[in-house]
């Protein structure tokens, strides 16, 4: 018998296996050893699992937000640097800025989209602290993040449209 069996074993009683299970106190035969088994410690043993597990969830929820959160301040330092640019700054990955009349205001509406998002990117990640992990809601906060992307990048186009030579 490995310490860690021969722990649980002594502080919970012995338990029978699936087959073997019978009400709390009967004698258990087969496997393992004949007594009775501690019903009060098995109850407050999936008290202490339950617990456990719903406390995991909260914990995962909440990091989560925290997640969520690191993004909205990344995108929000992406509009501070886009504002305080001298220079036309690109929105896409590895794409070159366009040729801007005037690059003030066009770094000033680029960064205001990507202010806007990070407030519905951290809009969305409240949502984490209030809904269940497995909640089917989770499916209306996905859609909102894909229709986000969409607006995002239509806004995009709009603004480059406008400014451009």
């Known amino acids: 018998m490995s310490l860690v069996r021969f722990r ?3 502080f919970f ?3 029978a296996q699936v087959v073997e299970h019978l009400t ?3 004698v258990v035969r087969g496997s393992s050893p004949r ?3 501690n019903s009060s410690r098995v109850i407050s043993m999936n008290l202490l699992v339950t ?3 719903v406390f995991e969830e ?3 929820m909440i990091i989560g937000f925290i997640i969520v959160s690191v993004i909205a301040v990344i995108f929000l ?3 501070i640097s886009c504002r305080k640019s001298r220079e036309a700054v690109g929105f896409f990955t590895f794409v070159k800025p366009p040729i801007v009349e005037d690059v003030k205001h066009y770094n000033n509406a680029v960064s205001i989209l990507w202010f806007v998002v990070a407030g ?3 809009i969305i990640g409240i949502t984490f602290l209030f809904l269940q992990q497995n909640s089917p809601i989770w499916i209306f906060v996905t859609f909102g993040v894909m229709i986000l992307v969409i607006v995002m990048i239509i806004a995009y186009l709009k603004i480059e449209t406008k400014y451009k030579k």
Do not use: K, P
Request: hydrophobic fraction near 60%; proline fraction near 0%.
């Open 51 to 53: 617990r456990f597990f």
């Open 13 to 15: 009683g012995a338990l």
């Open 35 to 37: 007594c009775l088994i």
């Open 120 to 122: 519905m990117v951290e």
């Open 24 to 26: 709390f106190n009967q």
């Open 77 to 79: 330092s992406i509009g």
């Open 58 to 60: 909260v914990n995962a």
């Open 8 to 10: 649980l074993w002594a």
